[in-house]
């Protein structure tokens, strides 16, 4: 039963929490991929959009839950969604059209885009702190876990128990849905096609035609919604702290490059790759090679590379890596 309860040591604690941080980290490089392949420049204000989409969510749910609305054993932030969704959508097409569209007329290169978007990501990190505060804001409800440890422990009398939280369920299922979706937008509607004639070749894409300030609105729409989505996934599976997703913009922008930079398929490898070496790295071993090891063999260290306190360095030397020897990503990048 050893090698058996290994394995379930393994999926407890590196397999799911892999997967379901490594969807969250899909759904953010989409994003910042979206605004690079489309928008050719780097949203370093990705981060603080995810914290604004999440926050609207986070008051909705609050209000909805103190007048008894609910979705019984789901979280109630999955009815508040659409709404942080509207509210990020308005912020950006907001600020799309004070801040950034300014600097796109005037022909800006890509390097002032970035340093503009720093500007913004301050503004809008100032906002959600003002309104929502700096601490830890929890706003999950409902049943916490599909499959509890001592239940599983009770089914099948091993030693180790498999635990599935319901957040991490819903962000496996949402990441499916949302990729799914926007895959069949890009590919086969007349719009996403648009915009990917946009991305390969904008002077082209003029001449058929097609309007740019429209391929840039629904640019942004898209991306609220992904930035929603996973800033609402990653609060309610880990918690909600503005400066949290200020952090998360490095191994977003880990998982992008690493993928390809531009390219939505690498993008979602790249969140995988960079989540599940995060998490297998700061992982203490010690459970799993008890079980595997010989009598006496057990580590009597916790057989950890690094704490947990230094994950975000993992991205950092992944990051490193791939643009020292292939800096196109696993991907091609820039093709959407």
Request: some cysteine; glycine content about 10%; overall charge positive.
């Amino acid at each position: 039963m050893d090698p058996l309860n290994a394995l379930i040591a393994v999926s407890n604690y590196v397999l799911i929490p892999g997967i379901a941080y490594g969807s969250q980290l899909a759904l953010g490089a989409l994003g910042v991929t979206l605004i690079y392949g489309i928008l050719r420049f780097s949203n370093f204000a990705h981060g603080d959009t995810m914290a604004f989409g999440a926050m609207v969510t986070i008051l909705v749910t609050w209000w909805m839950q103190g007048h008894g609305i609910h979705l019984g054993v789901l979280p109630t932030a999955l009815l508040a969604l659409p709404f942080g969704i509207l509210g990020t959508m308005a912020l950006l097409l907001a600020t799309d059209r004070v801040v950034y569209r300014f600097y796109r007329e005037q022909k800006a290169k890509p390097v002032i885009m970035v340093i503009v978007s720093l500007g913004v990501m301050f503004i809008m990190n100032g906002i959600v702190r003002f309104i929502i505060g700096v601490d830890d804001q929890q706003f999950a409800d409902g049943e916490r876990f599909i499959i509890s440890a001592r239940d599983f422990k009770a089914w099948t009398g091993l030693e180790e128990g498999l635990s599935i939280r319901t957040s991490q369920g819903i962000t496996f299922i949402a990441t499916i849905v949302s990729v799914a979706l926007l895959f069949w937008f890009l590919n086969k509607t007349r719009t996403g096609k648009s915009m990917r004639a946009y991305s390969d070749n904008e002077d082209l894409a003029l001449l058929s035609g097609i309007n740019p300030e429209r391929v840039v609105m629904i640019t942004w729409l898209i991306v609220a919604a992904l930035c929603t989505v996973a800033g609402v996934l990653y609060g309610l599976d880990k918690t909600f702290k503005p400066f949290t997703y200020f952090q998360l913009l490095l191994p977003i922008f880990a998982a992008a490059i690493v993928g390809g930079l531009g390219n939505p398929l690498g993008a979602i490898a790249g969140g995988f790759v960079i989540a599940f070496s995060e998490v297998a790295v700061t992982y203490a071993w010690k459970k799993v090679l008890g079980y595997l090891a010989p009598g006496g063999w057990e580590p009597e260290g916790l057989v950890q590379l690094i704490s947990t306190d230094y994950k975000f360095a993992v991205s950092f030397a992944i990051l490193l890596i791939v643009l020292l020897f292939k800096p196109t990503g696993l991907f091609k990048g820039k093709s959407v």
